[in-house]
């Protein structure tokens, strides 16, 4: 007989939870958005075998346990709830796991050292029950406690720094709960959240150039833990890790850069047919809302007015995950457009030879010239780019390295 499993959560949009257990069992799995009053009569419908439980819930479901784990009891988290067969409520923590798993998998070595954790919540007390039991000196930072955002300072030695709060999470993405600066032994930054797959707080932490990691692998070590406890079969760790970056490639963009008349549109297009991905064109999104072309907008209202029209259209797109998406050719000369495109992106420069670039109905290229722009722009291609492809004559060859490209940058997760 099939099984039947819900997660259980205010707010589950950003869930990837279902695509993760459909890869692991034959059971159904569903999303179930709930408040709090609700909470009792869905734990106690006969219809459902378990649970997964998330934000805001993982600590209010403990008084309906009638069982509850080691873990559970340690932390006073719940994120797994199964219906033992005299129908009593057993409750789990798998999420301690994922996270020592996800510190592992990061050869972070904790003990001994500071650990700051952000977010006193039930994934914070799973994170510090973690890192605890490794050996690190935890320090929960919250919003009223003793040791909260106003006197970050005390703690400018913290070797590791973990964020369980949503600050940040889609669709409120591009902010941080906290700010980099002044923590300069950092060793390691960890930020549970997965949508955006680089929030915030770990694009600052990649630009000082410290490691950080995002809480994708705890959620699928953590959900093959749930599920071994729902079926009683194990997964294997091969399949982890094949869940893990198929699921990281598919919620990522592929974002195409490159000079004007590169060939982004065009490959875009291939790329998208070929991975089954929605295209985005951002010149064409621009030209379909404000009904006029980008060299029209230039021309009538300048380059500035037009880069702010392009930096809000990214701002939208750069939420998005599974898309392909191409740029305007001048989307670099923006700072600001790294966080949005990178936020969820693999930002490919597409390279092509300068003789071979059309200056027709480009404005910018014909009044600077190719040469002289390419030179303006070359090294903010570089620095927005994670991987390099070349333009050949034929558009099936710079397809299949394009996929390859992606398919190296994959085994990198």
């Known amino acids: 007989?099939?099984?039947?499993?819900?997660?259980?959560?205010?707010?589950?949009?950003?869930?990837?939870?279902?695509?993760?257990?459909?890869?692991?069992?034959?059971?159904?799995?569903?999303?179930?958005?709930?408040?709090?009053?609700?909470?009792?009569?869905?734990?106690?419908?006969?219809?459902?075998?378990?649970?997964?439980?998330?934000?805001?819930?993982?600590k209010d479901v403990v008084p309906f346990m009638d069982e509850l784990s080691s873990s559970a009891r340690d932390t006073g988290s719940v994120n797994t709830v199964v219906r033992l067969p005299d129908g009593r409520l057993f409750g789990d923590n798998t999420d301690v796991y994922g996270f020592t798993s996800q510190l592992l998998r990061s050869k972070v070595e904790v003990k001994g050292r500071k650990a700051l954790v952000l977010g006193s919540g039930g994934a914070g007390a799973s994170a510090r029950h973690a890192l605890e039991t490794l050996g690190a000196n935890v320090v929960t930072i919250s919003r009223n406690g003793e040791n909260n955002y106003t006197n970050l300072d005390r703690h400018f030695d913290?070797?590791?720094?973990?964020?369980?709060?949503?600050?940040?999470?889609?669709?409120?993405?591009?902010?941080?709960?906290?700010?980099?600066?002044?923590?300069?032994?950092?060793?390691?930054?960890?930020?549970?959240?997965?949508?955006?797959?680089?929030?915030?707080?770990?694009?600052?932490?990649?630009?000082?150039?410290?490691?950080?990691?995002?809480?994708?692998?705890?959620?699928?070590?953590?959900?093959?833990?749930?599920?071994?406890?729902?079926?009683?079969?194990?997964?294997?760790?091969?399949?982890?890790?094949?869940v893990y970056r198929r699921l990281a490639m598919d919620s990522l963009n592929i974002v195409l850069i490159g000079m004007p008349g590169s060939g982004k549109t065009t490959l875009g297009e291939k790329l998208s047919e070929?991975?089954?991905?929605?295209?985005?064109?951002?010149?064409?999104?621009?030209?379909?809302?404000?009904?006029?072309?980008?060299?029209?907008?230039?021309?009538?209202?300048?380059?500035?007015?037009?880069?702010?029209?392009?930096?809000?259209?990214?701002k939208g797109h750069g939420k998005r995950t599974g898309s392909v998406i191409s740029t305007g050719g001048g989307c670099v000369e923006m700072p600001e457009a790294y966080s949005y495109l990178k936020q969820n992106g693999l930002i490919i420069w597409l390279k092509r030879e300068l003789s071979e670039l059309s200056v027709d109905d480009r404005p910018i290229s014909r009044k600077i010239g190719i040469d002289e722009l390419y030179r303006r722009r070359c090294d903010k291609y570089a620095r927005f780019a994670d991987?390099?492809?070349?333009?050949?004559?034929?558009?099936?060859?710079?397809?299949?390295?394009?996929?390859?490209?992606?398919?190296?940058?994959?085994?990198?997760?």
């Open 158 to 242: 913290a070797s590791v720094i973990v964020n369980t709060t949503p600050v940040g999470m889609y669709p409120n993405n591009g902010v941080s709960p906290i700010s980099l600066s002044g923590f300069e032994q950092l060793e390691f930054v960890f930020d549970l959240i997965y949508n955006p797959a680089h929030t915030s707080l770990l694009l600052e932490a990649s630009k000082r150039g410290i490691p950080c990691a995002n809480g994708l692998y705890m959620l699928v070590r953590q959900a093959a833990e749930g599920s071994r406890i729902f079926t009683g079969t194990a997964i294997d760790d091969s399949t982890v890790s094949r």
């Open 387 to 413: 991987a390099e492809v070349q333009i050949k004559p034929c558009i099936e060859n710079t397809l299949l390295d394009s996929v390859k490209a992606i398919e190296k940058y994959e085994e990198t997760l």
């Open 1 to 58: 007989m099939k099984k039947h499993f819900a997660l259980l959560g205010e707010h589950l949009g950003h869930s990837f939870s279902p695509q993760i257990h459909h890869a692991f069992g034959e059971y159904e799995y569903k999303l179930v958005e709930c408040g709090k009053t609700q909470l009792s009569s869905l734990l106690h419908d006969p219809y459902y075998d378990g649970f997964n439980i998330t934000i805001p819930y993982k």
């Open 274 to 314: 070929k991975l089954c991905r929605n295209f985005v064109d951002s010149d064409r999104e621009i030209e379909l809302k404000y009904h006029l072309t980008p060299a029209q907008i230039i021309a009538s209202k300048g380059e500035d007015y037009f880069r702010h029209l392009e930096l809000e259209m990214l």
